[in-house]
């Protein structure tokens, strides 16, 4: 994981043995598994870590990779709710698209807390509180 102009991103590198299809390129489950991790980092981050699973996810993908590409995910959070949040996603190797992806991400609330969002400026700002 790293800042990729200002926001964070998540990549990996495209060694030999990822690229087992029959075209020599890198199997499409692990660009999904990617845009799942990246996405996933991206809700994380704007919730506060407060834990979450992965409800639905759809992958688009444009182009192959091969041996040697380093690959990247950028996620953007698109809009949260009480329980669910949803973001976007582009992967891309260098300044080509390799794949987008969409999901929906559900909020794990404490069985007895609370937990209330509020949008204040364009950031999410979540107030936990648990029982004593």
Same mark, same amino acid.
């Given at each position: 994981?790293?800042?990729?102009?200002?926001?964070?991103?998540?990549?990996? @590198?495209? +060694?030999?043995? =990822?690229?087992?299809?029959? =075209?020599?390129?890198? =199997?499409?489950? +692990?660009?999904?598994?990617?845009?799942?991790?990246?996405?996933? @980092?991206?809700?994380?981050?704007?919730?506060?870590?407060?834990?979450?699973?992965?409800?639905?996810?759809? #992958?688009?993908?444009?182009?192959? #990779? $091969?041996?040697?590409? @380093?690959?990247?995910?950028?996620?953007?959070?698109? %809009?949260?709710?009480? =329980?669910?949040?949803?973001?976007?996603?582009?992967? #891309?190797?260098?300044?080509?698209?390799?794949?987008? +992806?969409?999901?929906?991400?559900?909020?794990?609330?404490?069985?007895?807390?609370?937990? %209330?969002?509020?949008?204040?400026?364009?950031?999410? %700002?979540?107030?936990?509180?648990?029982? $004593?």
């Amino acid at each position: 994981m790293r800042d990729v102009d200002g926001d964070r991103a998540i990549g990996l @590198f495209v +060694a030999d043995y =990822h690229c087992k299809d029959y =075209h020599g390129a890198l =199997h499409g489950g +692990a660009v999904m598994t990617l845009a799942d991790i990246g996405l996933g @980092f991206g809700v994380s981050r704007a919730i506060a870590g407060v834990p979450c699973v992965t409800v639905s996810q759809q #992958t688009q993908f444009v182009a192959s #990779t $091969r041996e040697g590409d @380093f690959i990247i995910c950028r996620p953007k959070v698109v %809009r949260t709710s009480k =329980h669910l949040v949803f973001v976007r996603g582009l992967i #891309t190797t260098g300044d080509t698209a390799v794949a987008s +992806a969409e999901g929906i991400w559900k909020v794990l609330l404490p069985r007895s807390g609370k937990l %209330r969002l509020s949008n204040m400026t364009g950031s999410v %700002r979540f107030d936990v509180s648990f029982p $004593r």
